[in-house]
Nanobody, 126 residues
Framework: QVQLVESGGGLVQAGGSLRLSCAASGGAFSSYFMGWFRQAPGKEREFLAA????????RYRDSVVGRFTISRDNARNTVYLQMNSLKPGDTAVYYCAAQSPEDTILRATPTVYDYWGQGTQVTVSS
C-alpha cells in the first residue's frame, strides 16, 4: 500500500511558476509508474503527465507540453511537477497517483491508477 502526499500548491499570478511535490511512503516507490492529474470544479479529472519507474520515459497532455515537466527522485521517494507559464485555466486541484507495479505503460486514464494523494490546490490569478 502506497501513501501519497502532495505539496507545493498555492496562489500564483498568470505567467508564474510552481513546483508540486508528491512524497510517497509505504511501498517500493521506485517500482511505480507515477502520474499527475488535475480536476477543476465541475470538470472531470484530467491527465497531465506520467513518468516511468526509472524516470527515463515521460508522457504529457498536449496542452501542457513545453510548460510542465514531470520528474522524480527515487532516493527521496518523490515525484515532481514543474509548472511554468501558468494560466488561469490551470486552476484546479492537482493530484499525484501511482500505477500498479505490474503496469509498465505510461497511462493517461485515471481509473488504471491504484493509489492517489489528497490533492493540492493551485490557483492562477489573471
Amino acid at each position: 500500500q502506497v501513501q501519497l502526499v502532495e505539496s507545493g500548491g498555492g496562489l500564483v499570478q498568470a505567467g508564474g511558476s510552481l513546483r508540486l511535490s508528491c512524497a510517497a511512503s509505504g511501498g517500493a516507490f521506485s517500482s511505480y509508474f507515477m502520474g499527475w492529474f488535475r480536476q477543476a470544479p465541475g470538470k472531470e479529472r484530467e491527465f497531465l503527465a506520467a513518468i516511468s519507474s526509472g524516470g527515463g520515459r515521460a508522457r504529457y497532455r498536449d496542452s501542457v507540453v513545453g510548460r510542465f515537466t514531470i520528474s522524480r527522485d527515487n532516493a527521496r521517494n518523490t515525484v515532481y511537477l514543474q509548472m511554468n507559464s501558468l494560466k488561469p485555466g490551470d486552476t484546479a486541484v492537482y493530484y499525484c497517483a501511482a500505477q500498479s507495479p505490474e503496469d509498465t505503460i505510461l497511462r493517461a486514464t485515471p481509473t488504471v491508477y491504484d493509489y492517489w494523494g489528497q490533492g493540492t490546490q493551485v490557483t492562477v490569478s489573471s
